[in-house]
C-alpha cells in the first residue's frame, strides 16, 4: 500500500491522507511487460533474412580471386521490361523491351506469354552469358525486380520467357542435355 498527502484544502480540519492500493497497477504492468515480450519474440520469428547480394556467399575465400560474375537483373514495370547485365555493381548493358503479351490457356484459365522478352532474353544471353560451354555445369544468374502487386500469372509469363533460354550441357556419360540457362532468383525490398 501506498499513501498520498492531499494537504489541507479549504477549511477542512480532518485527514485527507488517502491509501491508494498499488496492487492492481503492478498486475497491470507486469501484464503489459509480459505482452510486449511475447510479440517482441513473435515478431522477430516472424522475418525473413535477406541479403542484398542474392545469390552469393557471406565470404568467398580463395573464390575472391576472380572478377564476379555478371548477372542478368530484369525489372518488371508497368509497360516494359528492363534488361540489365551487371558485373560488381557495373551496369555492362542496358536493354529495354515491350511489355506486348500474348493471351492464351484455355476459358477457363487464362495464362500471360510475352514471346518479345523470351526472344530479348535469349539474344542478351547469347551476346553476355558467362556460362555457355556445355562441359561449364554452373548456370548464369537472372535477378528478377518486381512490384508486390504484380499479378502471379505475370511473374509466371516472366518466369516461363527466363526459362525459355536454354543451353547445352554435356553430361558425365558424353551426352549432351537442354538445360535452362539460367537460375532465377527474386530481389528483395
Known sequence: MAGVDVGPQGGHKRATNSDINMVPFIDLLFVTVAFLLITAVWVTSSRITADAQVPGKDSCG?????????????????????????????????????????????????????????????????????HVDPSDRKPDQVILHTENKTPFKELVAVLDAVNGTKRDLRLSDGKTVKMPAFNSTFAVR
Open 62 to 130: 580463395e573464390d575472391c580471386s576472380h572478377a564476379p560474375e555478371k548477372v542478368l537483373h530484369v525489372s518488371i514495370g508497368e509497360n516494359d521490361f528492363n534488361l540489365a547485365w551487371k558485373q560488381a555493381g557495373t551496369v555492362l548493358s542496358e536493354t529495354h523491351v515491350a511489355k506486348d503479351h500474348v493471351p492464351g490457356g484455355e476459358d477457363s484459365v487464362a495464362t500471360v506469354r510475352y514471346p518479345d522478352l523470351a526472344r530479348a532474353i535469349e539474344k542478351e544471353w547469347g551476346a553476355h552469358g558467362g
